[in-house]
């Protein structure tokens, strides 16, 4: 009841898992626990761990916010300001795609809004605070002037990253397209919801404890003069050795991609959520050194002894009301040769006078017609057997037409039909025959493969009768479960030692998946497959082709443990009810459900491997274990994927319309698939991603050069992600990895946007304190002015955006779970990379060859926006 479930949990998770933590962990003891939904219990007890590692980062980010804005009330706002997008998203998602699931992934936007709506505080915040001076103080008209910059500034970033996670809607991920689209959305309404709210509490900030700020500045100086003179002086630095820096920053890319290709291998499987020392994955380890108990007791497969109800298959007397004779059969061992018949004799059971004659009477099947000749060889054949011997001569009588006999072997439905001739032969008693001796029975298969089920009356005669007759038209229906004439049974394991790293495969069968997936929204579980309609189990040939597929397998398959209903619920109809199988179509829906309720030894008992629909069986799947090791390497799964597809398939183009539409299923396809469709993902949607980035600051810039300045930043930040991520912490490219690369190429986007922004943008009005011209070049002039106003203009605030991100991913990497530990750990690796590319190699680019006036690509006339021959005078002054 939901009541003692309550009580459970709260038992264990306040009392329980306490104690078990403490217990007696030594050198030599080591304890590991489980127990009733202990795997729900310590993810729950994970999660709560890193909420209190969560806070701790948001008051990180607020601490560094205080620092930054010297503002209690901004700072405390500004993370909640931009916290609200995520459930905005959220609800704009549910409302318009259905997504109404939350993931790991959803939970992970919320550190990075907080690092990205950091960024838009800091631009918006320098700008307030340097609006003071460009204004003459009246809130409105700073307000204007701080929307006029910051917010061209900031959207033209935060637009960029927004369009870099959508760029994710073409991935063949599903869960890349959704997170791409939720974190694109959820970085438009951060800037927008900062833009709105956070810009107009600084008038409050700034009406209510302005003064003090004041105070603050007159005591420690003027902050944003003396940001100012640290950032041009890193320019200088830049300028004068800018040539090295250059090389430097080449052969550091040189580096990470020749070291990261020959290091980087595939991985597409999951990591476990849980670290390598966690009692989950200690239970995990110990479990698999044991077998499961399905496989240590598997189902017990050997046929059980056939009884057979003759229906006047051995009549000898021909009753004129017969019109079809039936036999229960079996396949004979070896086939007939052609011109032979291989018979079968027993004794007349019943008593004859002492003077009566001897006969022998020979029912032959498969026998069209019978000739003089024919009988005389019969009369031969009669002679030379050993009962024989007290009668002195044999004749044949006329020959006696029988209706058609039907051979039919019930299980696996194969069918013969042929003619039946009976010849009676006549033979003299000798004086020495007994008195009890009247002759004998024959019955003489001469076509066909099926042989009649007989009692142990009847003995085989090892002398074939050799009559030349044609092979009549026999007619099977279906052949034999025997694996396309392959071998086929269960192989031992050779390959695998461990249950667990064998290949598991599924057939469903009375299913049909739905293929057709969603662009972003979820799709509910039950709207993935629906029944076949055609699929019936009452029928007996659909009982037969579901039994032949899972009796005997190709050993091509290499199936070592096989766990199949259908031969369980044979072996409970067989044995325990003692009907025949398969069952009669009116009795089967009986019988499955007394099966489900009545057979609770095998290994598929109960309803685990059915879809039961009332009390009707819809559908069935079957679980088989096979000797190939699933981390063996993608290309050799996938053909042994092949030999499955050519075994399904052959299954369905033979099978019964009622039994038709299986297929197969198993987690690693899905992982040797994924390695293929990861990379290719990751490839098109970066691809689209450093287009998207192109344009995005073309349009933004109207400049080819800075835009493709851009991209090299960030193909130079992607390069050295590759490189942490292969070398620095020995990982595979795995979905995780793949993720992060694509999620995290945002913040690599970010910073090196803000700084090729401001280069371009460098107006007469901007340029308050600008450089002596110290060379010849009037170029070289140009591109140290922009570069010092884009590094004053927006250094410190991308640096300070840096160190929030930086400081809330450092505390994910000290999470519980695997998947916050490693994004954390990569999402500090790419905001490091970013912030030194954007002002470190970023500048150094634009410092030896960045474009003098920038913004021609678009334009048709040249654009001056800074007069270079300024009075060199003048220069100095305000220098």
């Avoid at 438009?188 to 709105?196: C, H, K, R």
């Avoid at 002195?392 to 020959?399: E, H, I, R, V």
């Avoid at 709207?527 to 091509?556: G, H, I, K, V």
């Avoid at 500090?828 to 021609?856: E, Y």
Wanted: charged content about 20%; overall charge neutral; some cysteine.
């Amino acid at each position: 009841t939901a009541e003692f479930k309550s009580e459970w949990r709260s038992f264990t998770m306040e009392t329980l898992l306490p104690l078990l933590h403490e217990g007696p962990e030594g050198k030599f003891v080591r304890v590991v626990y489980q127990g009733s939904d202990f795997p729900e219990f310590e993810l729950w007890e994970a999660l709560w761990i890193d909420a209190k590692i969560a806070i701790g980062s948001m008051f990180f980010v607020i601490a560094y916010l205080l620092w930054h804005t010297r503002s209690i009330l901004l700072s405390f706002m500004g993370p909640l300001i931009a916290v609200l997008s995520v459930p905005l998203s959220f609800v704009i998602c549910a409302v318009v795609f259905g997504a109404t699931t939350v993931s790991f992934s959803n939970l992970l936007a919320v550190f990075l809004v907080v690092g990205m709506g950091a960024d838009v505080m800091f631009v918006y915040t320098d700008f307030w605070r340097e609006s003071e001076h460009e204004t003459n103080g009246g809130y409105a008209e700073r307000l204007t002037w701080t929307f006029n910059h910051g917010s061209q500034a900031s959207f033209a970033t935060s637009a960029t990253t927004a369009l870099s996670f959508i760029a994710n809607l073409a991935s063949v991920i599903r869960a890349l397209r959704q997170f791409g689209f939720f974190m694109g959305l959820c970085v438009l309404l951060t800037w927008l919801l900062i833009s709105l709210i956070y810009v107009p509490l600084c008038i409050v900030d700034d009406a209510y404890f302005g003064a003090c700020h004041r105070w603050c500045e007159r005591r420690c100086g003027s902050g944003q003069q003396r940001k100012r003179r640290v950032w041009g002086a890193w320019a200088n630095l830049l300028q004068k050795h800018r040539y090295v820096f250059f090389c430097l920053s080449a052969t550091c890319f040189v580096i990470f991609l020749g070291v990261s290709i020959p290091n980087a291998r595939l991985g597409a499987s999951l990591p476990s959520i849980f670290p390598d020392d966690h009692n989950q994955n200690r239970v995990s380890a110990i479990f698999d050194e044991f077998k499961s108990s399905s496989s240590t007791f598997p189902s017990g497969f050997e046929e059980p002894k056939r009884t057979a109800n003759v229906c006047q298959g051995f009549n000898f007397s021909h009753s004129p009301d017969c019109d079809l004779l039936f036999c229960e059969a079996r396949a004979v061992e070896h086939a007939t040769a052609k011109g032979e018949c291989r018979c079968m004799r027993r004794a007349h059971d019943s008593g004859c006078a002492q003077t009566a004659p001897v006969t022998s009477e020979m029912l032959l099947i498969g026998v069209e017609a019978v000739s003089l000749e024919h009988m005389e060889t019969m009369a031969t054949f009669a002679s030379k057997t050993n009962l024989a011997a007290n009668v002195s001569s044999w004749q044949a009588n006329t020959p006696e037409d029988l209706p058609m006999i039907l051979l039919q072997e019930w299980e696996s439905g194969m069918v013969e039909f042929h003619h039946l001739k009976k010849v009676s032969l006549t033979g003299s008693r000798k004086d020495a025959t007994p008195k009890t001796f009247c002759g004998w029975q024959e019955v003489c298969l001469c076509s066909g493969a099926l042989r009649c089920v007989t009692s142990d009356s009847w003995h085989a005669v090892a002398e074939p009768l050799k009559l030349d007759v044609a092979d009549d038209s026999q007619r099977r229906l279906l052949d034999p479960g025997d694996g396309g004439g392959m071998p086929c049974d269960t192989v031992a394991a050779r390959f695998t030692k461990l249950q667990k790293q064998r290949v598991k495969v599924r057939v469903v069968f009375g299913l049909e998946p739905k293929t057709e997936t969603s662009l972003l929204g979820g799709d509910d579980g039950e709207e993935t497959w629906a029944f076949l309609e055609l699929f019936d189990l009452r029928q007996p040939w659909a009982q037969r082709n579901l039994y032949s597929f899972c009796r005997c397998m190709p050993q091509s398959l290499r199936v070592t443990t096989k766990w199949c209903w259908i031969l369980d619920f044979r072996a409970f109809v067989v044995e325990q009810k003692q009907l025949p199988f398969p069952v009669h179509s009116s009795l089967f829906h009986d019988m499955a459900m007394q099966a489900i309720n009545e057979d609770t030894t095998s290994a598929t008992s109960g309803q685990r491997y059915l879809w039961v629909l009332g009390s009707k069986v819809r559908g069935m799947y079957g679980s088989f274990d096979c000797d190939v090791d699933k981390n063996s390497g993608s290309e050799k799964i996938l053909e042994f994927k092949t030999e499955w597809n050519k075994y399904v398939k052959k299954y369905n183009d033979g099978a019964w319309v009622s039994a038709k539409g299986a297929f197969h299923v198993s987690t690693s396809w899905v992982t040797a698939e994924a390695q293929g469709v990861l990379i290719s993902s990751a490839v098109s949607t970066v691809a689209v991603l450093l287009s998207l980035s192109y344009v995005g600051m073309l349009l933004i810039t109207r400049s080819c050069a800075l835009s493709m300045f851009v991209v090299l930043a960030t193909l130079y930040v992607i390069v050295g992600l590759v490189f942490y991520i292969t070398t620095v912490t020995n990982s595979a490219l795995g979905l995780i990895e793949v993720i992060a690369l694509i999620y995290f190429i945002g913040y690599a986007l970010d910073y090196s946007l803000h700084i090729a922004h401001k280069y371009g943008s460098l107006k007469k009005a901007d340029d308050k304190q600008p450089l002596r011209e110290g060379g010849r070049h009037a170029a070289t002039s140009m591109r140290l002015r922009r570069t010092k106003f884009a590094l004053k203009s927006m250094g410190g605030a991308t640096l300070s955006a840096a160190a929030t991100t930086a400081g809330a991913s450092l505390f994910l990497s000290f999470c519980t779970l695997t998947i916050f530990r490693r994004l954390g750990s990569m999402c500090l690796a790419v905001t490091v990379l970013s912030i030194f590319a954007a002002l470190g190699p970023l500048p150094v680019g634009f410092l030896c060859f960045g474009p003098k006036n920038p913004g021609l690509c678009c334009k048709v006339t040249p654009r001056v926006d800074h007069d270079v021959s300024r009075d060199s005078s003048e220069a100095r002054a305000r220098e």
